[in-house]
């Protein structure tokens, strides 16, 4: 069914708003960066800073250490991504492969825990990594970022492994291939896509994560870069707003690089030409 030109119309208009939604805030944040004090502290702010400067950002790196906490937290992130990737993907097949009631009920039960709040699980968390030693430790944040990104890691590649037709691993078996090469030469490239984006989403939520990173990392050298970027605040809660605008700017370059690079396989599609119609 066609959508008639004033729906159209009215699709195009919601996603520009959302667009201007999303946007407005980064917008914002790169003109503040650049801005002097002088413009900062204007009752009639602009868009455009009048006199940009690069102060802000090297006040930034002079007050705190943000390379280091950026390495803290590309460590950490790319870790529990890529732990998260391999342990959900077997899991996943056998789930989306092999349905029964307890694997529906395994599916229910991934998709309730992602509505526990942090605050429920913080204290015995807190008190397990205690006793594994693990504590103001980078191996023990990663632990906790992969047991948080893995459940819904897992929802999401049980739905790209049922997109795979069966067919086409049966066609294999036909043709002499073990279950194993099977899966890695007919399965896993048709996955590539979706493992992509799972892991995408497990970098950019560890990335971005503050509460546990805060409640864990006590040391200023283990510190992640969230956390770090609380340390532009004074004492009675009065931000250094320009080289925090920056700090904060530096902060969300390494997600937009990284899902530049790959959004082509991202949305690419995840089956073309495997199938004959």
Same mark, same amino acid.
């Given at each position: ?8 119309? @009215? =699709?195009? $208009?919601?996603?520009?708003?959302? !667009?201007? #939604?999303?946007?407005?805030? #980064? ?6 960066? #650049?801005? *002097?004090?002088? &413009?900062?502290?204007?009752?009639? *702010?602009?868009?455009? %800073?009048?006199? *940009?400067?690069? =102060? ?26 890529? /732990? $998260? ?22 599916? @229910? ?12 699980? /913080? ?10 030693? +693990?504590?103001?430790? !980078?191996?023990?944040? /990663? ?23 069966? &067919?086409? &691993? ?9 279950? !194993?090469?099977? +899966? ?8 590539? %896509? ?14 971005? &994560? ?9 040391? %200023?050298?283990? =510190? ?7 340390? #532009? ?27 530049? /690079? ?5 949305? @690419? ?9």
């Amino acid at each position: 069914m066609r959508t008639s030109k004033p729906a159209r119309a @009215g =699709q195009y $208009a919601a996603l520009l708003c959302y !667009l201007v #939604f999303i946007a407005f805030p #980064f917008a914002w944040l790169i003109s503040t960066a #650049f801005k *002097p004090p002088r &413009e900062l502290a204007t009752l009639h *702010p602009t868009w455009i %800073p009048k006199d *940009p400067t690069l =102060q802000n950002f090297r006040d930034a790196f002079d007050q705190q250490p943000l390379l280091h906490a950026a390495l803290n937290s590309l460590i950490a992130a790319f870790s529990a991504a890529l /732990i $998260a990737v391999v342990i959900a993907t077997p899991m996943a097949y056998v789930m989306a492969r092999h349905r029964s009631r307890l694997s529906t009920a395994a599916t @229910g039960w991934v998709v309730v825990s992602q509505a526990f709040p942090f605050v429920l699980i /913080i204290i015995p968390l807190f008190l397990i990594l205690k006793n594994l030693h +693990l504590i103001n430790s !980078l191996p023990g944040l /990663i632990m906790v970022y992969v047991v948080w990104s893995l459940p819904f890691a897992l929802w999401m590649l049980v739905g790209y492994v049922r997109a795979v037709p069966p &067919e086409l &691993e049966e066609a294999a078996a036909v043709d002499g291939a073990s279950r !194993l090469r099977t +899966l890695v030469s007919v399965t896993a490239p048709l996955l590539a %896509p979706g493992l992509v984006a799972t892991a995408l989403f497990a970098f950019i939520t560890a990335w971005n &994560e503050f509460f546990f990173a805060l409640v864990l990392l006590k040391t %200023p050298e283990k =510190q992640t870069l969230p956390v770090v970027l609380t340390h #532009f605040l004074g004492a009675e809660g009065v931000a250094d707003l320009g080289p925090l605008a920056a700090a904060a700017f530096l902060a969300t370059i390494p997600s937009l690089v990284i899902f530049a /690079i790959i959004q082509k396989r991202i949305t @690419g599609g995840m089956l073309a030409g495997a199938v004959k119609s």
